[in-house]
């Protein structure tokens, strides 16, 4: 496995890959790799015969007061994780590489980011989306392969995929989750211990959502409240948002009578978190 | 050559002729053809093996209050331009194909769009941008052509191109002009025999811009007053904007100390015309 850090050398071992015929499977991730981004490179090694992974903390994705900085990079250990699960090359660009000058264009997503995460981190999905595009365009992927946990950024890949005819799928991966129901993250290892003890409170939320949902309580308002009722245990706890959403507009819903998302984010300490969960769909995609 | 309707039946022209390991070459066009469509055609005949044309009025690129819906619509004589200058393939979509949703996602260009036209049509360049980007991802062309006549999509579509990583080549051709001057335009059929004649005096601005500028006055507000002063001379024209730009940033500049754009609209009863010309370079692009 190869780890190049140019647009040049991606590009070529690209056209090589092409030139033996090999179908491309991409799988953008931000390092700190963990079992969820190993389950994503697996898949792309089930559905691809060639398996790129791009590591990179993209700034354009965080707003000033977040945290791109202490985001944890560690690409020699990431290097293990991506042999192992089978992937052909990594692509880990510099800065320099993928923000050679000032950014001027950018791809902008409306509606659907003005709703959850979009709502707390302005500009956030801007950037996804702008970096997610830089990467189409350098790799030219035949499928790329996200997580269902960052749901929110699935909606939004899926309509800019749609709407600007890139030439590629999206494949969506269920959530992987701690023992405990925990969803991994890489952000999990910013939790002390007494934080994490209470960080599992999110997806006990969502499953109590769920069980209250499958008895017939399809009121938003009530399937909310007993979310919260469950997140009020960990005092250190702070909700941001406890929505329950169209699945597809990500519009707010007062019933649940569609397809639709029940999703969070919860502050606890400095760490933001977020879960979610399909309620009237048999996905398996939060696996909850 | 064919003409299609589809995006399955373009790709799949386009995958036959990758077959052949043809390079392709793309002319996105509004139809309405005239010369200076048919050179972009046969400059992308000279560099590409097989050479596609798109023919769509774009509604997202219009103002409300512009003219979409009387702007020249010719497929039949349209076609027969492409096929005498060696196109392969007409990709001429309905809207139905290329907005089948309301479109959600757009490519955005800061800073590099509010000047000159883009300070009169807003929205208009946010259209052109993501047309462009969703024909590039449709068809996936080498190389795409474009006219120097509209400078500032050039620039725009370029920095496009360079910002999103877009795996192509922009290739810039001249401007086409009648033999009195005027630069050919789809929208030149709008104007009365008086209009017309009076539409010539564009040209002639630019060329005395040229002309004072090559006579050492670098000062902007002489050189633009040069070009008023000639535009003066047609009592129906209504000049929107008589500007000199740095040629990069589009930015407004005080002296001509480095290449620069200067670039009008001009509306000419209900026809707005626009027109440029390089000062501080010899590539020839403007023809005057």
Chains 1, 2 share one sequence.
Request: proline share 5%; aromatic share 6%.
């Amino acid at each position: 496995m190869k780890i190049v850090k140019t647009i040049e050398e991606i590009r070529q071992e690209i056209r090589q890959a092409r030139q033996h015929s090999h179908s491309i499977g991409f799988v953008p991730t931000m390092g700190a790799l963990h079992a969820g981004h190993r389950s994503l490179i697996e898949a792309a090694r089930k559905q691809c015969s060639f398996v790129a992974v791009s590591i990179y903390v993209n700034p354009t994705q965080f707003g000033p007061a977040e945290d791109f900085s202490r985001y944890p990079r560690n690409v020699t250990a990431d290097a293990i994780v991506c042999e192992k699960a089978g992937a052909d090359v990594i692509f880990a660009p510099d800065d320099s590489v993928l923000y050679p000058t000032e950014q001027r264009v950018w791809v902008v997503v409306e509606k659907l980011t003005d709703n959850l995460c979009g709502r707390f981190r302005p500009g956030h999905f801007r950037g996804v989306a702008t970096v997610c595009v830089k990467f189409f365009n350098i790799i030219g992927p035949d499928q790329a392969f996200f997580g269902q946990k960052d749901a929110q950024q699935v909606v939004v890949i899926r309509r800019m995929v749609t709407d600007l005819n890139l030439p590629l799928q999206i494949v969506t991966c269920p959530t992987l989750r701690e023992p405990d129901g925990l969803a991994m993250s890489s952000r999990n290892q910013y939790l002390s211990p007494e934080q994490r003890k209470q960080a599992v409170l999110l997806s006990a939320a969502l499953r109590e959502c769920k069980r209250v949902f499958s008895q017939g309580q399809h009121n938003v308002s009530a399937l909310i409240a007993a979310m919260r009722m469950i997140l009020s245990q960990g005092p250190i706890l702070h909700p941001e948002y406890v929505q329950i959403v169209d699945m597809d507009s990500l519009e707010d819903i007062d019933t649940v009578d569609r397809p639709a998302l029940a999703a969070m984010a919860v502050r606890c300490g400095q760490t933001r978190l977020i879960d979610n969960c399909l309620l009237g769909l048999q996905n398996g995609l939060d696996s909850l």
